[in-house]
Nanobody
Framework: QVQLVESGGGLVQAGGSLKLSCAAS????????VEWYRQAPGNQREWVAT???????AYTDSVKGRFTISRDTAKNTVHLQMNSLKTEDTALYYC?????????WGQGTQVTVSS
């Protein structure tokens, strides 16, 4: 059974930075893609960023130029570097991975951005 464990969340002032990590119990190169999602209170979970097995990356418009997704295949970890954080980035951030038709989620890490 694949496990994904997120870390790196916390409280930061607007304009600050955080780096989230998603550590997988298996090799991340076996996943078709690893993604970050987020869910703010009262909102639906929304997609934030993707990195595919081929290294292709994509971002939702609201984080382009501020967030960077990357892989550390030696450590089976995917990172989300978040810069220039805004109060609207406050949410519970989840890691998601898929392998074929199987989808795996982590438990989430809280990011709170204060004004």
């Amino acid at each position: 059974q694949v496990q994904l464990v997120e870390s790196g969340g916390g409280l930061v002032q607007a304009g600050g930075s955080l780096k989230l990590s998603c550590a997988a119990s298996g090799s991340i190169v076996s996943f078709n893609a690893v993604e970050w999602y987020r869910q703010a209170p009262g909102n639906q979970r929304e997609w934030v960023a993707t990195v595919t097995s081929g290294g292709y990356t994509a971002y939702t418009d609201s984080v382009k130029g501020r967030f960077t997704i990357s892989r550390d295949t030696a450590k089976n970890t995917v990172h989300l570097q978040m810069n220039s954080l805004k109060t609207e980035d406050t949410a519970l951030y989840y890691c998601r991975a898929n392998r074929g038709s199987a989808v795996y989620w982590g438990q989430g890490t809280q990011v709170t951005v204060s004004s």
